[in-house]
C-alpha cells in the first residue's frame, strides 16, 4: 500500500518528518532541511529534559534500566532522531562504554544471571543501545549478537509449551537448560545488520515462526536458586494476537512488536504475520491513508525500557495521536516490503 508522505510531511512533528525522510526516503542527514529538522529535535522539551540528566562524565540520569535512566534516556533520543554524533548521545554512548560497573544499577544482581542464564541481562541490553545507535562492530556486541542468535536457534527444537516450562508452586518455570528469547534479543537482531546471512535469516525466520505457533505463552519465571524472576517478556506473549480484540495497552504492544518483526526481515515468510500487516494495510486504507483508532494509554507516551512510542509532544489534540500512529503504522509496512 502506497501512502503518501506529504499527509505527515506538512503536519507532524520534527522528529516524524526527519526519521520518514531518512528511514523511508532516504534523505541523507546533511541537507539543509534535514540539518534544520535536526536542530529542532534538539529542542524539543523531551530531548531538553534528556540533555538537562547528563552529568558531566556523559551518564544519564543515574540508574542504568528503568524509567528516568541511562537506557530510557538513550532509547528517546533515538527514537526522537537524535544523530549519534550529536554531543548528547556521542557523550552518553562513550560512557555507557566506559562503565559496566554501572549496569546493576536499577536492575541489581538480575542483569547478569539473566546473561549468565542467555536469558538477556545488562550486557544485552547495552549491546542493543550500542547496535541500535550503529555501532555493532564492537566485541560486546557481536558478543551478544552470536549469543542471540543460539538462542533463537534453541526456540526451533521447542516442540510444545510442556517441553518449555514445568509448573512450580503454582508459577510456570523454565525447564532447565531451555533458552528463550527476551524483548532485548528481538530488539538487538532487528536493529543489527551483520548477522544476515542467508542461513541465519532461515533459522530467525524459523524461530519466529515457532513462537508464533506457540502463542499465547503465559508468564513464564526464571529459577535461580530460591528466587523466580521474570526476564524481559514485554511483547513477546502473543505473536499472533486477535487485531479486533486489542485493549488500547495491547495495541502499543502490537506497534512495538510488529515493528521490531518488520526490522528483522521475516514478516512476507510468516502468514500470521503478514496477515496482521494486511490487517493493517486494511486499517490505514479505510482511513485515506491515516490511521484514527482512538488509542489512549500511557505506555504510549511514557518513556522507559519498554514502554514510549509518541514522538509528538502529546496527544491532547486528536492531529497529533494520528501522526504518531500514522509514522509507526508506515514504518512497519515499509520494513515489511523490504
Known sequence: MNIDPDQLLT????????????????????????????????????????????????????TFHGYDSMESGIRLLYEKGVEPDQPVLAHAL???????DRLERGLGKVGRIFDDLSFGGAE??????FAHTGKEESFLVQKQIEQALCVFK?????????????????????REGVCWPSIYHLRLLATSQSWRTSKNRKMVAGSIQNIARLS?????????????????????????????????????QWFHRMELLARLGVVDQIPGLKRQVQTLAEILRESQGLFTKKLHHA???KWGAYTGLALEKDWRLPQRRINDLTFRSRLILHYSNK
Not at 535536526?38 to 540533555?51: G, N, R, S, T
Not at 562513550?94 to 559496566?100: D, I, M, R, S, T
Not at 544485552?124 to 543501545?129: D, E, K, P, Q
Request: net charge neutral.
Open 11 to 62: 503536519s507532524a512533528c520534527p522528529a516524524i518528518q526527519y526519521r520518514i525522510r531518512k528511514e523511508i526516503l532516504h534523505q541523507a542527514p546533511d541537507l539543509p532541511e534535514m540539518v534544520e529538522l535536526q536542530y529542532h529535535i534538539l529542542q524539543d522539551k523531551a530531548v531538553q529534559e534528556v540533555i538537562s540528566s547528563q552529568g558531566s562524565d556523559g551518564w544519564l540520569a543515574w
Open 94 to 100: 562513550l560512557a555507557l562504554e566506559k562503565h559496566p
Open 124 to 129: 544485552l541490553i547495552r549491546a542493543h543501545l
Open 154 to 174: 534453541s526456540v526451533t527444537q521447542i516442540k510444545s509449551l510442556d517441553s518449555l516450562y514445568e509448573t512450580h508452586k503454582g508459577k510456570f518455570v523454565f
Open 216 to 252: 499465547p505463552i503465559p508468564n513464564i519465571y526464571v529459577k535461580y536458586r530460591s528466587r523466580w524472576i521474570a526476564p524481559a517478556s514485554f511483547c513477546m506473549h502473543d505473536f499472533i494476537p486477535d487485531m479486533n480484540k486489542l485493549a488500547d495497552a495491547e495495541w502499543m
Open 299 to 301: 505506555c504510549f507516551q
